[in-house]
């Protein structure tokens, strides 16, 4: 009798609801008047053709600078650690470590192109602000690009089974995933600004 089995799985973690909404309303706020006040971030966007804004290029040190990011970043730090178990991952006495961390302030419009988050190994975002169709995040089959002749899957195909798979957000979600997904976010189509806060994670000591 013949048998299919499912294997090397893909898995991304989401988490709705994570952190209050007092932290929300601070992060917004942070995010606004980072858009606002950073100039040399708004250099880089400018520059680099970047929608909107980006705290990626210009500050580095978030969490130290604002309360509310250090409240986040512990609020993150755990389900960090609940996905890498989920993984499986021998950590030998080590756990994720938030390495980066920034704002991203999306207005009608903009997009981000595929891309990955390379010298990491979990990645993610915390949503803020998700105006009404905002649109989703879009992650692609990691293999995709190995499948050389293989033929399209069907519209009908279930979800685990096709190359494209979105994830729409609503304020709160946390999205995880491994750094080496492949991903993207479509043209922010709603009449508002989609505020959400990125970051990395890379393995390290516990008292570090």
Known sequence: MAKIHDLFPTRIYRADKA??????????TAALSLARDDRAGQRWCEA???????SYSSLNDLPWRFPEFA?????????????AKALHWDLRGMRPVC??????????GGSHTSHIHPNSVISGTYYVTVPEGAGPIVYEDPRLAMMMAAPPRRKTAPRAERSH?????????????????R????????????????????LGNPAT
């Open 99 to 108: 390495d980066s961390l920034w704002v991203n302030v999306m207005p009608e």
């Open 183 to 202: 991903h993207e976010v479509p043209l922010n189509r709603a009449a508002g600004e989609r505020i959400s806060v990125s970051f990395n994670y890379c």
């Open 19 to 28: 952190g209050n909404a007092k932290l929300k309303y601070d992060l917004e």
């Open 48 to 54: 680099h053709g970047y929608p909107g804004y980006t």
């Open 71 to 83: 409240r986040l970043t512990k609020v993150i730090d755990r389900h960090a650690l609940a996905f």
């Open 165 to 181: 798979v979105s994830e729409t957000p609503a304020p709160g979600t946390l999205l995880l995933w491994e750094s080496w997904l």
